[in-house]
Each structure stands twice: as structure tokens, then as C-alpha cells.
């Protein structure tokens, strides 16, 4: 079962997919990332709490697996964010999933909540009672991908602009320490992606919510990728947002039949699609489509289950040529 398409998309061949396993194309891991996970890496051993943003609209594609790696043993707070954005439902099955590890706390909020800023102060302290009994500075790192809302939770729990705020990824460019009430310092990080990412739909994802900057994928390729989902699991907001009388079963004709609606048509009267594809994103991305979740603990268990195909077929594909190789290194000093 192919990654993109593999819920609409059965017909094609799992072969090809597996022989072009998949680095996605995303042309975006900056220098000040790299750097930004050796300060991590450097800090981490005083850290008494990994505090990690996650799209509650794409909680396992947001979650960084370098941070995760990371933190390890540390207790964490999963913090679903932009959760008015998201299926209600969907994100409850998230946070049970989540909270299955004993030391994970979650939570979500929609950043603008200041009960919701106090409620991560006491989880903390829940989290970590010895010092919080002894009265002890307790320090707590905040983490997660680009344009997820930190700078913005970071100001609410500290109750004043203490982080710069912006729509674009990438605002945070430094490690910087906000001491709190209640004896917790928070260590605010830059917003940082990982150098590979393995899973197609993840990318898409990530590209989809704004994670990734526009430059980085193409707008059609990922309206088409968010088209195709949606057509099959929202396809009710479709409907109701463009003032549709039906829905087609493919992307294309979808993309055709909104273009036309919105007036996207350019010279000689084809529709434009990179400007019904950018109406599409941006709408998504703006919550105007109502709430939507992009993937379940399911979906990405499927997906995992594949990526561990492709890594075995792309093992034993290298195991192959390198056995061909010596073979052939072999024949040439017996002639």
C-alpha cells in the first residue's frame, strides 16, 4: 500500500513506491536548526520538563522525532495546539494515545486561553513534585516545529510579550530563559525540523498547516495532496465552503469545479490552479474549511507499517548491490 493516495489509491503499484523510498523533497533545514539541536543537546541534561508544541491538526507529523529522542526518560507535556482548528474527536483519541507513555501529560489549547497558561505551571509542578515541594527553580524546555503557536504560548504563560510572534516559520532564532512565578524558568527554542523526512504524507502535512514555507513545496502539489484527503474524510466542509452541489471523487475535477467557483480562470478559460490550489491552502490553513484533522493513531500505524517496508526493501536492495560489488571485485583479482 503506497504512502500518498493509500487510502483512495489502492490500484497502484506498492513496488513502485517501494523503489523510490521516500526522503521528501523539502528543501528546508536552515542552518540556525542544526545549531539549535546541539544547544538542545548541550542544555538538556538540566532540563526537568520537555514542553512540546504539536498541530493538533497533525499531532504524530508535528511531533519532532529528534526532540522526542532527545528528551527520552524526561517527563513531557504534549501540548496540542491550534486544537479550535482541529476535530474535536479526533484530537481526544490523540491525547489517549499520547498519555499511554506514564510520562506524558497533554493538553490542548488554542493559545489565547490564559486558564490554559496556569494549568501547564501546575502540570509542571505535578510532573516533577520533589522540587516543586522543596521550592526548587524547576527548568522547563519549550520545543516544537516551526509556526506552531510557541512564541505565542510562551507569552501567554508568561504573561507578557517576552517572545517575538509572527505567521511565518522560523521567528525564534535563539535560546532565551523566561523566569516565571512559582519557581519555573522556561527555556524558550528555536521552531526546528528534522533533516529527513521519511513519511510523503507527513511532508504534505507539514506543508499543508504552514510549517514548512511556501517556497520550500509547490502550492499545487500540496492543494491536491489536501484535496484528496479532505474529499474522502470532509467532504461535507467541501460542499458547504465552496457552494457546491457535489462532490467529484477526484482531486482534479474538485480543484476544476472550486476554481470555477471562486473565479479562478485564466487566458483562454482554463481554470487557474495555482491560484485555486493557494485559496484552498490558505483557507485550510485560516480554520475557514471548520475543524479538521489531517491523520489518526490508525492512519499513522498503517503508515509506520509501510515506512518499515520501504526501509527493509531499501536494506536489502543496498545488501544486494554491495554483495554484487564484491562479487564482482572478487572475479576480477581471480582473472
Not at 525540523?193 to 499543508?208: D, F, Q, V
Request: net charge positive; with cysteine; proline share 4%.
Amino acid at each position: 500500500m503506497p504512502l500518498r493516495g493509500a487510502y483512495t489509491r489502492q490500484t497502484m503499484v506498492q513496488s513502485f513506491y517501494m523503489a523510490h523510498t521516500c526522503a521528501m523533497a523539502i528543501h528546508w533545514y536552515p542552518g540556525h536548526m542544526h545549531k539549535a539541536i546541539r544547544e538542545m543537546n548541550k542544555i538538556l541534561a538540566d532540563v526537568d520538563i520537555v514542553i512540546e508544541l504539536l498541530d493538533a491538526r497533525l499531532p504524530s507529523s508535528s511531533q519532532n522525532p529528534v526532540i522526542e529522542k532527545l528528551r527520552q526518560n524526561k517527563p513531557s507535556i504534549k501540548i496540542l495546539s491550534k486544537s479550535d482548528l482541529a476535530d474535536p474527536a479526533t484530537t481526544s483519541l490523540w491525547q489517549a494515545h499520547f498519555e499511554q507513555d506514564a510520562l506524558v501529560k497533554t493538553l490542548t489549547t488554542t493559545l489565547d486561553q490564559q486558564d490554559k497558561a496556569q494549568r501547564i505551571v501546575k502540570l509542571c509542578h505535578t510532573l516533577v513534585p520533589s522540587k516543586a515541594k522543596a521550592h526548587l527553580n524547576m527548568l522547563v524546555m519549550i520545543a516544537g516545529i516551526p509556526n506552531v503557536g510557541k512564541s505565542t504560548l510562551v507569552n501567554a504563560v508568561s504573561g507578557r510579550k517576552a517572545a517575538k510572534t509572527g505567521n511565518e516559520p522560523a521567528i525564534t532564532k535563539g535560546q532565551q530563559r523566561i523566569k516565571l512565578t512559582e519557581g519555573i524558568i522556561l527555556l524558550d527554542t528555536p521552531g526546528i525540523l528534522w533533516p529527513k523526512i521519511e513519511n510523503e504524507n507527513s511532508g504534505y502535512r507539514l506543508a499543508a498547516s504552514g510549517a514548512i514555507k511556501d517556497t520550500a513545496m509547490g502550492i499545487e502539489d500540496v492543494a491536491f495532496y489536501l484535496a484528496e484527503y479532505l474529499i474522502m474524510h470532509y467532504p461535507a466542509a467541501l460542499k458547504e465552503r465552496y457552494d457546491l452541489t457535489s462532490i467529484p471523487d477526484a482531486e482534479f475535477e474538485f480543484m476544476e469545479m472550486m476554481g470555477a467557483r471562486r473565479g479562478c480562470i485564466s487566458a483562454g478559460g482554463r481554470i487557474d490552479l495555482e491560484k485555486a490550489s493557494a485559496i484552498l491552502v490558505n483557507e485550510f490553513r485560516a480554520g475557514m474549511l471548520g475543524p479538521i484533522t489531517l491523520e489518526t493513531p490508525s492512519m499513522i500505524l498503517q503508515e509506520d507499517v509501510i515506512i518499515e517496508q520501504q526501509r527493509q526493501y531499501k536494506a536489502a536492495k543496498d545488501e544486494e548491490r554491495k554483495r554484487k560489488f564484491r562479487s564482482g571485485r572478487r572475479d576480477n583479482q581471480v582473472s
